[in-house]
């Protein structure tokens, strides 16, 4: 009997041990798999006892400051400095010609400080300014791109003819492109091109917002006026570097001469809606294309969060449960900053054509006149157009005035970047 019970306590305590070493690794662990649905299971938490994400109630009255310098303590010029309240509200601020910065006007809280400069790597630093106002300095180590594995196995299919009426009648040829990297088969990719052509033609790799087949009323009419269309559609999901990686994979088989009857050396890339999240993250490794199209970007998770919980933003397609799971603003804000491109602007970007609806139930224009007014300030060539209707993807039914300019300024713009 002595024995069982010792056997017992025993057991138990293995199991105790082995349960509590669980909780610790749910609640810490950066596993994709996990962190969203801790995330969102505190966000209901908090919901239930009424003290999740108001506006701070504390007075405005704290500050951090400081200068930022390189590895040889020199100073870091127009990084831009950043903090987020736990309902969104970002503050931010730019490092001056001595590299030095002031955040004022802030609630007494716990933040994560993130900074960010062109060609260095994203510093995020915990500080407390419960105790009053900080002086923080910081100093930034040059970036590195993210490592992506080799192609491991191309295959590209048989040719066919497919055709499409919207927005008007047209014809081009397909292939079905198939891609083994480290991960097994990249998602469903397609190669569009004129039904006739003899030189090599510039590519639009073409990221859209859903599976690639469902766009081809964008990929064969680019195709028949005379460019290579790569079309990917990357699946919704939190963990978007995986889909970057493909997108990276593709770029180094096209510039490479892996696609016949494609020029390597004049690719323009063209994405809309959750698929610019890919695109504007990609641009911050990789400014090598003739020319960018954007169409209703999100540029903006912070404000997206802010008026998601101020009640003046629902969003549709389950955005509202991505805003949750990426976790609150002011201790997770890496998450958002890193898809939010208003806190990576660089002056060696490629032209970009901006294109966004009035109407855009999903993000609005804003976004992109904010992000058109930053580029043009760094130096960056951009074309802005705002259109009055056609709603969030700028897509229509029928053929309209709207659809028709809409065409001939990607057109217009595509011609003269390529």
Known sequence: MHWFKRSWRKLLGIIVGLLAMGVIWFLTTDSVTIWPIRNTLRYQFDQWRDASQSVSHQPADRSISGCIRDAHQQPIVGAIVAVSERNGKLHRANSNSQGCYTLANLPAN?????VTAPSYRDDVSAVNLHNGSIEHD???????????????????GSTSVVSRTMPYPTQA?????????DNGEQQLTLLYRPITATNPLPLMLAVYPGPADEWESVSI??????YSVLAVGPAYSLDLEAD???????LALARGGSFAGVDGGRVA???????????LRLLQDDVGFTGVVLLGPISDLFAMRENFVAGTFMPPFGLDQALIALG???EQIQRYATYSAQLHPRADLPPILLLHSRT???????????????WRGVGVEVESYFFAGMSHYLQAVDRSPELDELYRITLDFLARVN
């Not at 910081?138 to 590209?156: C, D, F, G, N, R």
């Not at 040829?173 to 990297?181: A, E, F, M, P, T």
């Not at 009419?221 to 005379?226: D, K, N, Q, S």
């Open 328 to 330: 609150y603003p002011d």
């Open 173 to 181: 040829l397909r292939q079905q492109v198939q891609v083994w990297g």
């Open 244 to 250: 970057i990686a493909d997108l990276k994979r593709l």
């Open 110 to 114: 716990n933040y994560q400080l993130l």
């Open 269 to 279: 890339i063209m994405a809309g809606s959750y698929s610019s999240l890919h695109v």
């Open 221 to 226: 009419p680019l195709a028949e006026r005379g």
């Open 138 to 156: 910081l100093q930034l180590v040059p970036a590195i791109a993210p490592s992506y594995a080799p192609v491991e196995k191309l295959q590209i």
């Open 360 to 374: 855009d139930e999903v993000v609005p224009a804003s976004q992109s006149e904010f992000l058109a007014a930053q």
